[in-house]
């Protein structure tokens, strides 16, 4: 792989996208700033705003960079430049990735206060070395993420791969309805479930399991789209 | 370096709708070929092809004696393609196009560039979906033209503009042609193939059904385009015989 190559088109992606960016990032620092000062419907609104930001971003890496090159005609002139496809592709999953985390970090930050936990007075009352909830914070971090990353691995692979709208869109809505109900409504309901998400709260061992899982499911995504990819036989 | 420009062995790609079949094209360095062909024949499937834009079910494509897709990189460094079904990021302008094109290209001339701009009358400044099509078709070979690509492949470069720009066009054209720098580019109009080429290939329904020199087809003068339409023509009395 060209990785000099690979970087200038990543950074293609991100300028053209970077007033689409600006106002993701703007958004979603407004979400943290209502749920860090606001009351009960200040919060409310803080959080809605962190969900439709990453739903949002979601959506509009997956019709700009990933589907628009092809309807606009743009990838002949991207295949047409020093790369193979796979550098493309490569290029395009560092691209969208980049897009999605820088807004969906800030709106994760949001979710961490969607605890019903005062993180602050819990932190000061475990008498823990800072490190210790520096590994906390950051593992939960993680988590979340993880957890979101997950969900936009699978449509952008969707996306990579159908290069079709309609599926895009299909699909995104699948997750959504999964993750809406499924994870969000009926995982912690389940009594099997519940002494390992205890353990999650805990930071217990589930913790690194479910986050290098979710880094293993994203990884075995990746390599999916990118087998798939290879196979391809038209770039225009 | 190799004789040969291009080559194309036993290349065949088939679609649900349509199959190019069994294409042996050779076009030696400082030979230019034209590719005459109604729409749908395979002439710009040929070309991304050569291009490794569209990946060939079977056969072997070569350029300047490197193979695709094993040097695809290389090839894509050496060849300017310049295609009616290309466009650029309609939101930047030229100028920002030709600095991702600069830091791709070992060869890019920014002095050439620069002569290009004036030559072509564009502004670097102007966002690309302001420009018509004749300008977007310009831009396109300004940035294949200004890194001094060893091989120019323009698909249709001037289908659909308007005779000044088709002629400024053909111009410039002409001038790669002195450098021996196009060796292969498909046109509807006959015209641009007998101006450009030294030989012509007529294609339908995704074969080669004839590749002769333009000189030994332009006598007692007839034009390309009625030479195609006997050869079309013979092969569809053929086939209804």
Redesign the interface.
């Known amino acids: 792989m060209?990785f000099k190559?690979i970087a200038?088109l990543v950074r293609?992606d991100c300028?053209?996208m970077r007033w689409p960016l600006a106002a993701y990032i703007l958004a979603a620092v407004a979400g943290l700033v209502m749920t860090v000062i606001g009351g009960s419907v200040l919060r409310s609104a803080g959080i809605t705003l962190a969900f439709n930001v990453l739903i949002g971003v979601s959506f509009h890496v997956m019709l700009g960079p990933v589907l628009g090159e092809r309807e606009?005609?743009?990838l002949?002139?991207v295949?047409?430049?020093?790369?193979?496809p796979r550098?493309a592709a490569v290029a395009k999953l560092a691209a969208a990735f980049t897009l999605f985390l820088i807004p969906a970090t800030i709106a994760a930050t949001t979710l961490v206060w969607l605890s019903p936990i005062d993180i602050p007075a819990a932190m000061a009352a475990a008498h823990r070395p800072l490190w210790s909830h520096m590994i906390g914070m950051f593992s939960y971090y993680a988590l979340v993420l993880g957890a979101w990353l997950v969900f936009f691995s699978v449509v952008l692979g969707a996306a990579i791969i159908s290069e079709s709208v309609g599926w895009t869109i299909g699909v995104l809505t699948g997750v959504l309805f999964v993750f809406g109900n499924f994870v969000m409504q009926i995982l912690p309901t389940l009594h099997g479930l519940r002494p390992y998400l205890r353990a999650l709260a805990r930071g217990q061992a589930a913790l690194p399991v479910t986050i290098a899982c979710e880094g293993a499911a994203i990884a075995a995504i990746v390599t999916v789209i990118l087998m798939l990819q290879q196979r391809?036989?038209?770039?225009? | 370096m190799s004789d040969c420009a291009v080559q194309l062995c036993g290349i065949s790609k088939t679609y649900s709708h349509f199959a190019l079949g069994g294409i042996d094209l050779e076009v030696p360095c400082g030979s230019v070929l034209g590719l005459i062909g109604r729409n749908g024949a395979g002439k710009s499937t040929l070309l991304r092809i050569l291009m490794g834009l569209v990946r060939a079910d079977a056969g072997r494509v070569s350029v300047l004696g490197r193979d695709m897709p094993a040097d695809e990189r290389w090839i894509k460094a050496s060849v300017g393609f310049v295609s009616e079904d290309m466009a650029l990021y309609g939101a930047a302008t030229l100028g920002w196009h030709m600095r991702l094109v600069r830091d791709m290209y070992v060869g890019w001339d920014q002095t050439r560039a620069l002569d290009l701009l004036d030559r072509f009358h564009l502004d670097p400044d102007q966002p690309v979906r302001g420009l018509s099509r004749g300008q977007q078709v310009k831009a396109l070979l300004l940035l294949a033209m200004a890194r001094h690509a060893d091989v120019l492949v323009p698909d249709e470069p001037t289908a659909g503009l308007d005779p000044l720009v088709r002629h400024e066009i053909l111009t410039l054209l002409a001038a790669s042609r002195s450098e021996r720098r196009a060796p292969i580019f498909s046109s509807h109009y006959g015209d641009d193939v007998a101006t450009l080429a030294d030989n012509v290939a007529f294609m339908r329904d995704g074969r080669l059904i004839a590749h002769l020199p333009v000189g030994e087809l332009l006598g007692g003068g007839r034009s390309l385009e009625k030479v195609f339409l006997e050869k079309v023509s013979a092969i569809e009395c053929r086939r209804a015989a």
């Open positions: 060209n190559n200038r293609k300028w053209l606009r005609k743009t002949a002139f295949m047409s430049l020093p790369v193979t550098d391809k036989t038209s770039f225009v």
